[in-house]
Structures are given as C-alpha cells and as structure tokens.
C-alpha cells in the first residue's frame, strides 16, 4: 500500500553534491562515507562534506553504459585491516569483466591493491551487469553479476554473467560451494538463473541471503539466496520484452525457486539494506528498504516469518532516481540519487514531527 508524502514525516535532506554518476555508499567505522563514482572516482564524505580531493589509486575502470567504478565494501574488521573491496568493470565493450580488487585505505589513497577476481569468460556489451557486493553469514564475499542482455548465460553454469558467485576474502574459492568439482560449471558460481541483481544483504538477523532482481518489463524479485539454487531466468519470468513480446509463458516451474516478492510492473530496484536504530519508527525495525531508479521512490517492504507483509513507498519522484540506501550506525538513512549531478540526502524527522516529540511546558 502506498503512503502519501503528506503523512510521511521525514524529509530528504541534502548532504553532499554534486556527484557524478554515483552508484555506492559505504560508511566507515569511524562515521566517514565512501561514495564511488561511476567514472572511477572514490569519493570521501566528512561531517556532511564532500571533499574536494579524490582518493587516489582506484584502478583504471571501463564506462559506458552500466558500466564503470561500482560497489564498495568496508572489511568487517576495517579498524585493524584498513581494507576495502570494490567491484569495478574493466576490458572493452567487445570483451569484458566484473572484477574484485582489494586495497588498503591509507589517508587519501588506496594501496597495497590486488585484483581477488574477475568473472568469465568475458562477454560483450556494458549494460545488465550486477556487480553487487555483501559479505555473507559465513563471511564469505558474495558477488551478482548480470547476463549483459544475453539470456542464455544465465543457465550456462561455464558462464559467470547471470549468477551469483562466492569466494573467500583473499579471493580463493571454498571448498563447499556447490559447483566445485564439477567440470561442466565454474567453481564461483553459487546461485544462477539471475537477469540482473541490483540488491544483496544478509544483515537481515534471520541468517538468510536475500537479493533483489531486475525483471525486464516488468517481473522485478526478491529473493532468498541458495547455495546451488536456480533462480529461473529466461525460462520463468513475470515480465515481458520491452516490445512487449513474451519471453516464457511460464512463472514458475520444477527446480526453479519463486520469488518471495515480485513487481508488476516494474519498479528497478537499485540496492536493498535492512533496517535497525531508534531514528525511525519501532515497526521499521528489520524492514527491507529498497531504492529505485524507475519508481523514484523509496520502498519499504515489512516481513514475518520470510514473508513480505506490507509495502510502503515514500518520496515519490521528490529527490529522482535512488541509486543506494545505506543506514548509517546511529540509525539515519542515506539516500543516493543517480545522474550526472546527483545528491547524498539523509532522511531527517520533519519539523511537525519534532515539534510532537516536545515535551509539553
């Protein structure tokens, strides 16, 4: 069910700009924002400052299209590793790759850099890329990766585009995912069947892997991640070509795994955080919340028991395109727009609100 903004009280409010084709927020341990810039730019936020200077050292990236500079993921014990992994596509249009380097943060530059993985075989085309990246409950890496507008590697298990795969911190590959051994699929490979997976978490507190799944027109998804799972796409779908044209009759079928949630018509759902701290309301604990590039909104989706309830939208068209919700440790959410002059904004109780929350004198 949607709310009107009119009894939403909170308010976007701009932090930092204008950035360039932003596509990740990560907070440090200390309260600092990473902002990574499509182009290859690595961006430090400071007390709701955008610093002017550039983090040095990011590696050299391939834009156009989807492509470019994308996910940042701030190791779990930063304070005594420093360390971040980025994903990043590198290659030509006619070849390319998502890749993982991990560096070291030293001040304004990042050191000590290694390339831990980099997709394959490489494929052609910028567009449909995943690149997604969330430590899971095992703290292992996990990774999305689109099928780059060709449907038939999402079931291809020699393909990496379309899946989800995962690898330890140093980039090695464990010896219980569910494709090792196998000489007709890649060892990486932990999920597949995947379009374009925009969205992954396992901070949810149920130990459980959830992804959020661009649908072509139409058929966005949420899902809960399974070692070895076939998540169905091209042979199910709720969506259909852009024209219109019906890509499978069928939205469900044996050993393929349904979606808990879907979105019809589609909504693009950008990135997925769950949500704790005592800022927003005590029902918004545990909740899903969901930015989206063509909905303009920001999506609220409340579970029991592995089940979407209820969903709520906010901010209709009022700050754009949502590229990246993060939620930072004293419980306030960050908002990340898209486009060429995009905004940092953190939702912020409204005037009215406060005033409620006064003590009467």
């Not at 940042?72 to 006619?94: A, C, K, W």
């Not at 919700?325 to 486009?339: F, K, P």
Request: aromatic share 8%.
């Amino acid at each position: 069910m949607d709310v009107a903004d009119g009894d939403f009280p909170y308010e976007a409010r701009k932090i930092a700009g204008p950035l360039v084709l932003p596509w990740s927020i990560a907070f440090l341990p200390d309260g600092r924002a990473l902002v990574t810039e499509r182009p290859g730019r690595l961006r430090m936020i400071e007390g709701d400052r955008l610093l002017p200077e550039v983090i040095t050292g990011t590696p050299e990236v391939l834009t156009g299209g989807h492509a470019g500079l994308l996910d940042i993921l701030v190791d779990q014990d930063f304070p005594n590793t420093h360390l971040l992994f980025l994903s990043y596509m590198h290659g030509t249009r006619e070849a390319s790759t998502i890749r993982v380097v991990r560096a070291r943060l030293d001040g304004m530059s990042l050191i000590d850099k290694q390339v831990i993985f980099d997709s394959r075989p490489a494929l052609k085309g910028v567009d449909m890329i995943g690149g997604r990246l969330a430590f899971g409950p095992d703290g292992m890496i996990y990774l999305t990766l689109g099928e780059h507008m060709q449907k038939e590697h999402a079931q291809d298990l020699l393909n990496d585009g379309g899946k989800i795969v995962r690898f330890n911190r140093d980039g090695s590959i464990p010896d219980d995912n569910p494709f090792v051994g196998h000489n007709d699929a890649q060892p990486e490979i932990y999920s597949y069947g995947h379009r374009n997976p925009q969205g992954l978490i396992s901070n949810a507190g149920d130990g459980l892997i959830w992804s959020l799944e661009h649908g072509p027109k139409g058929g966005d998804e949420l899902n809960v991640i399974t070692s070895g799972g076939n998540y169905g796409w091209p042979v199910v779908t709720y969506g259909v070509n852009y024209d219109d044209t019906i890509i499978s009759d069928r939205t469900s079928a044996s050993g393929m795994i349904d979606p808990i949630y879907k979105w019809v018509p589609s909504v693009a759902p950008s990135s997925l955080v769950s949500y704790s701290g005592n800022v927003m309301p005590d029902d918004w604990q545990g909740n899903f919340l969901i930015g989206t590039l063509v909905g303009e909104c920001l999506v609220r989706l409340q579970l029991n028991n592995g089940m979407v309830v209820k969903e709520e939208r906010y901010l209709h068209h009022k700050i754009g395109r949502i590229r990246d919700v993060a939620v930072a440790a004293d419980g306030y959410i960050y908002l990340l727009t898209d486009g060429t002059e995009a905004s940092l904004y953190r939702l912020e109780p409204s005037e009215d609100l406060v005033a409620s929350r006064r003590p009467l004198q």
